[in-house]
């Protein structure tokens, strides 16, 4: 079956820095736009980053030049590199694997928490 992993997060001090990665498994993750989102307590999931399966990105304007998505299509792996962390990046962080249509898959979350 399809899963995603992350893995990465914990706390760090605001300025600190932090990689989160997914692990995707049961999918030809060459072929796979992949995203990460957040959503923080009692607000909505947002996008954060994503990077499609031709290796082009997008970054919402809050994390522009702080965060840095990239892929490892041999590792079947997703990263994201977060630096210049802030109090207001504290989120459960999601990876998701889009095709097209409905055909998407989530993991279950990482947990980040920034401290000012």
């Known amino acids: 079956q399809v899963q995603l992993v992350e893995s990465g997060g914990g706390l760090v001090q605001s300025g600190g820095s932090l990689r989160l990665s997914c692990a995707a498994s049961?999918?030809?993750?060459?072929?796979?736009?992949m995203y990460w989102y957040r959503q923080a307590p009692e607000k909505e999931r947002e996008l954060v980053a994503g990077?499609?399966?031709?290796?082009?990105?997008n970054y919402a304007d809050s994390v522009k030049g702080r965060f840095t998505i990239s892929r490892e299509n041999a590792k079947n792996t997703v990263n994201l590199q977060m630096n210049s962390l802030k109090p207001e990046d504290t989120a459960v962080y999601y990876c998701?694997?889009?095709?097209?249509?409905?055909?998407?898959?989530w993991g279950q979350g990482t947990q980040v928490t920034v401290s000012s």
């Open positions: 998701k694997a889009f095709r097209g249509g409905s055909v998407n898959y």
């Open positions: 049961g999918i030809f993750f060459n072929i796979y736009d």
């Open positions: 990077i499609t399966s031709g290796g082009r990105t």
